[in-house]
Each structure stands twice: as structure tokens, then as C-alpha cells.
T-cell receptor, first 115, second 111 residues
Framework: DAGVIQSPRHEVTEMGQEVTLRCKPI?????LFWYRQTMMRGLELLIY????????DSGMPEDRFSAKMPNASFSTLKIQPSEPRDSAVYFC?????????????FGEGSRLTVL | DQQVKQNSPSLSVQEGRISILNCDYT??????FLWYKKYPAEGPTFLIS?????DKNEDGRFTVFLNKSAKHLSLHIVPSQPGDSAVYFC??????????FGKGTSLLVTP
């Protein structure tokens, strides 16, 4: 079975540019999460969706960040405009809400570098 | 504010010996706890979990201990192997909510 698929794996951009990260969750999973990993803060939750509806976006750093989930098989995380401090690895994860173990399945991440 | 804390950024252990990774949490509402393992350039993968009704869960070489009164959990790896070298993240949550992760502990198992 295919796991969580993220693209791009690596993105290098200049400050001020728009960045769009994409995620395809595991088929059948109805909860999707975006996390960001940095050395300073570790893995921090940005936003999560349940049945395509955003449930908690309190972790989104500021208005430059936005996330959408137009359907059950696709989500985007957009940064506009990007800044050097946004450089990090962004992970998408999914889970079935029927699972009671809390075991999230993560993608391989998108490494973003903003120059 | 970090609700899950891993105060040791790194740990080095000799092959064959026990590795003990520690984690503290602040939210008494958390009722399940997980450990994830992460290799470079890969996403975290689930390793082992424990619910708040237990104080120990074992899976092969891996055992997780939970001390609710101290809000502390630990992961024991016995015996440690070089392939265990990775970053280990502790995570916890209240049922139905998203996982809160610690900053991770980088484990190096030397031959």
C-alpha cells in the first residue's frame, strides 16, 4: 500500500516567493495533519483536518501560512510570502479517526529552504 | 509552550547495552503516549505506544514505562543495536486530538 505522499521533497526558493507543499494521505484515512520540524522547536503541529474540515489551526505561525483540503485525497500547505525563518522540514501525516492508538503515518517530508 | 519535553538532545550507548530515553509531559489530560523513530531524510515511524491505564508495554527489545503521577515516560531498548541509531520522538495526546511531540533525542549506538 502506498504511504503518505508528499511533494516536492526539496524546495529552494527566494524570500518573498510563494511556496506550495502538497500531500496525498493514505486512502481511507480521514484525518490529516501538517507538522513542521526545526532544530529549535522539534516537531510542531501546524494544522489538522478531520473529514476535510480544518479542526485546529492554532499552530499556523501567521497569516502567511494557509492550508486547504479540497477533498479526501489531497491537501496543500501554502506560504506566501516565504521568509528565511520558514526554512524547515514540513511533514504531512494521516490517520483513520477510527483508530484508537493515535498512530500517525507520516510522509517523507518536504525540506524547504528559503534564501 | 512545549507540553512534551525531551531534555536530552542526544545519547550515546554501546552496542548490547541498554538505551534509556526519557520524556516528561505537562498536561494531565493526556491519555495515550507514543514513541516514534526517525531516520535522516525519512518521516517519523511509529515504534511503540502505551495508554494511561497501563504502566508498561513491551514489544520485543522495546519497552515503554509510564509514571502518571510523575508525568514521565521512558523508552528502554535492550539490547541496543547499531541500527537503532536514530532520532526518537516522544508524543502524547488527549483522545481525539492531535499528537504533541517533544524535540527528540538523537540516539547513537556504537559498535
Amino acid at each position: 500500500d502506498a504511504g503518505v505522499i508528499q511533494s516536492p521533497r526539496h524546495e529552494v526558493t527566494e524570500m518573498g516567493q510563494e511556496v506550495t507543499l502538497r500531500c496525498k494521505p493514505i486512502s481511507g484515512h480521514n484525518s490529516l495533519f501538517w507538522y513542521r520540524q526545526t532544530m529549535m522547536r522539534g516537531l510542531e503541529l501546524l494544522i489538522y483536518f478531520n473529514n476535510n474540515v480544518p479542526i485546529d489551526d492554532s499552530g499556523m505561525p501567521e497569516d502567511r501560512f494557509s492550508a486547504k483540503m479540497p477533498n479526501a485525497s489531497f491537501s496543500t500547505l501554502k506560504i506566501q510570502p516565504s521568509e528565511p525563518r520558514d526554512s524547515a522540514v514540513y511533514f504531512c501525516a494521516s490517520i483513520s479517526s477510527e483508530a484508537n492508538t493515535g498512530e500517525l503515518f507520516f510522509g517523507e517530508g518536504s525540506r524547504l529552504t528559503v534564501l | 509552550d512545549q507540553q512534551v519535553k525531551q531534555n536530552s538532545p542526544s545519547l550515546s550507548v554501546q552496542e548490547g547495552r541498554i538505551s534509556i530515553l526519557n520524556c516528561d509531559y505537562t498536561n494531565s489530560m493526556f491519555d495515550y503516549f507514543l514513541w516514534y523513530k526517525k531516520y535522516p531524510a525519512e518521516g517519523p515511524t511509529f515504534l511503540i505506544s502505551i495508554s494511561s491505564i497501563k504502566d508498561k508495554n513491551e514489544d520485543g527489545r522495546f519497552t515503554v514505562f509510564l509514571n502518571k503521577s510523575a508525568k514521565h515516560l521512558s523508552l528502554h531498548i535492550v539490547p541496543s543495536q547499531p541500527g537503532d541509531s536514530a532520532v526518537y520522538f516522544c508524543a502524547s495526546a488527549n483522545s481525539g486530538y492531535a499528537l504533541n511531540f517533544g524535540k527528540g533525542t538523537s540516539l547513537l549506538v556504537t559498535p
